[in-house]
């Protein structure tokens, strides 16, 4: 079985060789496009009340009843146990329980889906080749230089978009993808490991006020002094 961080290392690889073959120029529209999704996601999560209210759907609040086990109350909550317990403050590592202790969930696997979406969307048209002159000449690769560069702006897209979608995935609880993936057992080195890489992802800095506002100014300013 591949571990996530496994997979994110190797697909920052992956996007770093296309990175080499495409050039620094038209990596550049990917960051560019990437950084853009997220202030998209950051304006309508802030900003928009029906996004908000779409990808945020109200917590669910279950009360304890005499009797009954951490299973039961999980599925209540519609998730599982080791999530309950690290979403519940209230709720020790042993799941113990107590009568009329209240527990609650918040649903964050329609962002995660929403988000994605918006990340990949964007990112494909930046990957696309640009069909303006001026980025034409400026996507030419005559020198080694702008392979070194293509790779290490390929490496900075696969941080900026896998990165990014991880990081939704992982604030979403891996809920609902059981089949496919399993989060790293809590408490263990590979859990440990993810944690740190996952506290370094972009969303981390870059969903926030006044981060976001800065670095789509410094993004777009590098566009029009670099391309035009």
């Known amino acids: 079985m591949l571990s996530l961080t496994f997979v994110f290392y190797l697909f920052v690889f992956v996007l770093a060789v296309i990175g080499v073959m495409r050039g620094w120029a038209k990596e550049t529209l990917v960051i560019i496009s990437t950084i853009l999704a997220l202030f998209i996601i950051f304006v309508f999560e802030n900003y928009v009340g029906i996004y908000r209210q779409m990808v945020s759907p109200p917590k669910v609040v279950v009360t304890v009843s005499a009797g009954q086990t951490c299973d039961q109350v999980a599925a209540q909550l519609g998730v599982s146990v080791d ?12 799941c ?27 990112a494909f048209f930046g990957y696309q080749t640009p069909a303006i002159k001026m980025f034409q000449n400026a996507a030419r690769r005559e020198k080694v230089r702008d392979a070194v ?18 990081w939704f995935l992982d604030e979403a609880g891996y809920e609902n993808f059981s089949k496919v993936l399993i989060p790293p057992v809590t408490g263990s080195e590979m859990a440990a490991r993810a944690a740190e890489l ?3 992802m972009p969303p981390e800095y870059l969903m926030q006020a006044p981060h976001i506002y800065i670095t789509i100014a410094i993004a777009f300013a590098f566009v029009v002094i670099v391309f035009v």
């Open 149 to 166: 560069l293509g790779a290490v702006f390929g490496a900075i897209n696969g941080y900026l978009v896998i990165g990014s979608i991880w």
């Open 198 to 200: 996952l506290s370094r």
């Open 83 to 94: 999530r309950m317990i690290q979403e519940n403050a209230n709720l020790d590592e042993n």
């Open 96 to 122: 113990t329980l107590v009568e009329n202790m209240v527990l609650e969930h918040q649903d964050h696997t329609t962002r995660f889906w929403v988000s994605t979406t918006i990340i990949l969307t964007l």
